[in-house]
Nanobody, 126 residues
Framework: QVQLVESGGGLVQAGGSLRLSCAAS????????VGWFRQAPGKEREFVAA????????YYADDVKGRFTISRDNAKNTMYLQMSSLQPEDTAGYYC???????????????????WGQGTQVTVSS
């Protein structure tokens, strides 16, 4: 299995920025798709962003496009989510997730991901 270790959550004011990190151990991210999902209490888990490790292709939910940037550091087996212009509606637990190698597709679907981190809380105040 691949173990995922997340960091970077916290409390920020509206309009602020935050960077989340997700590091892999046990296995590398090679040949996988790695993504971020978020979930607020009482709401369903929703897709935020993803990156395909093989060619660095990126995908974003419409609500975060232009504000969030997903990137990778292959040497460190680490993925980053740079979040800017944060809004109160961005408040949620953020979860890093990875597929098995050579996924068939469906990067936006939580069921496509076999491995999950414990989550990190992001709170945006107004």
């Amino acid at each position: 299995q691949v173990q995922l270790v997340e960091s970077g959550g916290g409390l920020v004011q509206a309009g602020g920025s935050l960077r989340l990190s997700c590091a892999a151990s046990g296995r590398t991210f090679s040949s996988r798709t790695v993504g971020w999902f978020r979930q607020a209490p009482g709401k369903e888990r929703e897709f935020v962003a993803a990156i395909r490790w093989s060619d660095s292709s990126t995908y974003y939910a419409d609500d975060v496009k232009g504000r969030f940037t997903i990137s990778r550091d292959n040497a460190k087996n680490t993925m980053y989510l740079q979040m800017s212009s944060l809004q109160p509606e961005d408040t949620a637990g953020y979860y890093c997730a990875a597929t098995t190698p050579y996924p068939s597709g469906g990067y936006y679907y939580s069921g496509e991901y076999a491995y999950w981190g414990q989550g990190t809380q992001v709170t945006v105040s107004s």
